[in-house]
């Protein structure tokens, strides 16, 4: 039996190099994918780099299994979505009570790309960090359309794809203790040190969880995890 090849859906946060770590833990090749898409922050594609660089350099038997790196250029989502992912809008919540953030579909477009690379490179699962239990609610997050999706997929292609989110039931702090558990203290520290999570691309201000403005959304999150986590409460 051949043990089935995953894709991680790898941006350079947190969330994607747990996921990333996951993978490795588990699957004998990985390959990861990312999407360009005009962010306002191209910073998020540079700490895809060096997070790549860390754990192939940090971890000898995960570099065995870490293969290709795609970065799929999808500069149309910028033209179909006006948010403040991508143009220069400052962050709040609209009426509907999602974030400016939220890109309709975006995580559907991306999984059904990686989909499609996935069938091409001969992988049956797609990897990915979406979580519906803290964050803001995206609804291409959460669990029930991740279900459709891959059994749209399944069926649309003619060949099972399975779909794996290890984070969809854990909380922030949850997934600071996954990511010491599979690569202990160095892991942490390339998580700390080189992932990016601030919406406003900010990497000056240094703070114990990472760096960031520490004022975001994005931010409060991260470093409220952080704390719940170090504190074990
Ligand atoms: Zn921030």
């Known amino acids: 039996m051949t043990a089935p090849k995953a894709i991680v859906l790898f ?17 004998a090749q990985v390959e990861t994918i990312g999407f360009d898409y005009g962010q306002r922050h191209r910073v998020e594609l540079d700490c895809r780099r060096t997070v790549l660089e860390r754990i ?3 971890f000898a038997q995960w570099a065995a299994r870490l293969g290709q790196d795609h970065l799929l250029d999808i500069g149309v989502l910028g033209q179909i979505s006006d948010t403040a992912l991508t143009g220069d809008a400052r962050i ?3 009426a509907d009570g999602l974030p400016n ?38 609804p291409d997050c959460r669990d029930d359309a991740m279900q459709a999706m891959q059994t749209a997929l399944s069926l649309g292609m003619a060949r099972p794809l399975a779909i794996e989110t290890p984070l969809m039931w854990l909380d922030k702090a949850q997934t600071w203790q996954l990511a ?54």
């Not at 941006?11 to 699957?27: E, F, R």
């Not at 990686?114 to 990897?127: D, I, S, T």
């Not at 390339?190 to 703070?207: K, L, N, P, S």
């Not at 959304?217 to 409460?233: H, I, M, T």
């Open 180 to 233: 010491a558990d599979l690569g202990g203290d160095s892991l942490i520290e390339i998580i700390r040190e080189d992932t990016h999570t601030c919406y406003q691309g900010d990497r000056r201000r240094r703070h114990d969880w990472g760096r960031g403005c520490g004022a975001c959304p994005a931010c409060e999150l991260r470093a409220a995890g952080y704390r719940r986590w170090r504190d074990g409460v």
């Open 92 to 94: 709040v919540l609209q």
């Open 56 to 58: 192939r350099g940090g």
């Open 101 to 138: 953030t939220f890109v309709p579909g975006r995580n559907l477009l991306f999984l059904t790309l990686a989909a499609a690379l996935a069938y091409r490179r001969g992988c049956a699962v797609l990897v990915g960090g979406m979580s519906q239990t803290d964050y803001s609610g995206y």
């Open 11 to 27: 941006s350079g946060g947190q969330d994607s190099t747990t996921c990333l770590a996951w993978a490795l833990d588990k699957y």
